[in-house]
């Protein structure tokens, strides 16, 4: 076979032990931060029909144009879900009148078929939340500390929230033509790409990385200064409400999500560890046409991945997370095998990791696997025990060894 049979796809990874503990601390602890919050957890099939993607994020953005892995296998063209707001709203918009007004977690793989380099997968995972509910700027205020809380208990230091708006949909043409007549005189020094973005999507060009359309879009006013006043004025009482949480966020006028059903306040936050690609997550309030209903709501979505390079970069890693040592059971004869199948399971019935080798081997080789397993004491059984009702119990650490009773152990274990 050659090597790369046993690889994943590219841009594709095996989560295993031990880095799987990491993401296992993450996933309990959010779990437990979402129920503080009053948010249910949702499970949306990894498939969709590919309208729901193209009519929540839009035709016109990279995730539906470029990035979607799509296929017809019958009378729908079908996709893997890209993200999980658009399939989220498709589930809530079904609820009737509680599912305008519900809120939501998921935990779950996403796929997009991008270029992969650091920081960019294929599939990546995203911790998200849906909160529908008509515009309150207190509600975008509670995500996004809700959000902070998140990082703050997995332990992550360091980031930084950056916070911007998309205002009102009625806001996006004098947003548009205005911008566009900032950037003419400027027209021949932005990039070739830029030139073509200014009539296609003109915010695509604030958000250009080309470090000259950079200098030239810091000349010209931000799309907020074209913004009507409603629409500022929500996102400064976002601002506030965060100000009155003690949550310091950093206002960036560039910041353009590259999802087309934003209204209002968008976010990202950022961690200074991951290069490039340094938006841990991203969030922001929405309105989603579904059918006749526009589904107004907010959310965030973390890149598992992302946050998991930050938390190392932090010191924390996935070792810290694994599990204790546990028992080793160690059988001297087929006698000792059968009475140890049953101790083993009267201890894990009481919770305690335990295993022990299910042939006969011998003592050295039963304590070179004890080793292994990083087991932190030792039950040695063989005829004498099995005759008095005895247990050898050694401390791995300690090497400290005592005879013990049976039934002391399964007691005080
Ligand atoms: P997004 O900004 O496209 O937003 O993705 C959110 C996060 O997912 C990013 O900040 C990043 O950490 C992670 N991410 C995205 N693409 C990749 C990739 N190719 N590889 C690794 N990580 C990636 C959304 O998906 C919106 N649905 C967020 C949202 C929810 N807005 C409102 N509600």
Partial sequence: MASNDFQPLQGMSD?????????????????AIFTCYGYEELRTPVLEK?????????????????????????????????EGT????????????EGLNARV????????????????????????????????????????ALQKHLLDEWGLSGSRIQISTRGEPSDRKPVADGLRSALQPHLDDLCDDCQR?????????????????????????SAIEFMSEESRNYLDQVIQALEGMGIEVEVDPKLVRGLDYYVHTVWEITHGAL???????????????????????????????????????????????????????????????TENMKLCRELRAKGIRCGMDLEAKSMKAQMRKANRVGAEKVIIRGEDE??????????MNEGSQNTVSLEDIIRDA
């Fill in 15 to 31: 989560i295993s032990a031990p880095n799987i503990y990491i993401w296992r601390m993450i996933e309990e602890k959010a779990r």
């Fill in 50 to 82: 590919l309208s729901v993607f193209q009519r929540s994020i839009g035709d016109a953005t990279d995730v539906v144009k470029k990035e979607m892995y799509s296929f017809k296998p019958s009378k729908h063209e079908i996709a893997m879900r890209p």
């Fill in 86 to 97: 658009a399939g989220t709203i498709r589930h809530l918009a079904g609820q009737g009148e």
């Fill in 105 to 144: 977690f998921y935990i779950a793989p996403m796929f997009r078929y991008e270029r992969p380099q650091a920081g960019r997968k294929r599939q990546f995972h995203q911790i998200g939340v849906e909160a529908t509910g008509v515009p309150n700027p207190l509600a975008d205020a509670e995500c996004i």
């Fill in 197 to 221: 973005r200014i009539d296609e999507n003109v915010l695509r060009v604030i958000d250009c990385k080309n470090p000259s359309c950079g200098k030239i879009v810091d000349q010209i006013p």
């Fill in 275 to 337: 290069g490039a690609q340094n938006a841990i997550a991203g969030g922001g309030r929405y309105e989603i046409a579904l059918g006749k209903k526009g589904v107004p709501g907010v959310g965030f979505a973390m890149g598992m991945e992302r946050v998991i390079t930050s938390l190392e970069a932090c010191g924390i890693t996935a070792d810290q997370f694994a599990p204790e040592g546990g028992i080793w059971l160690i059988s001297l004869g087929a006698d000792a095998l």
């Fill in 386 to 395: 099995l005759a008095n009702g005895t247990v050898v119990i050694k401390d």
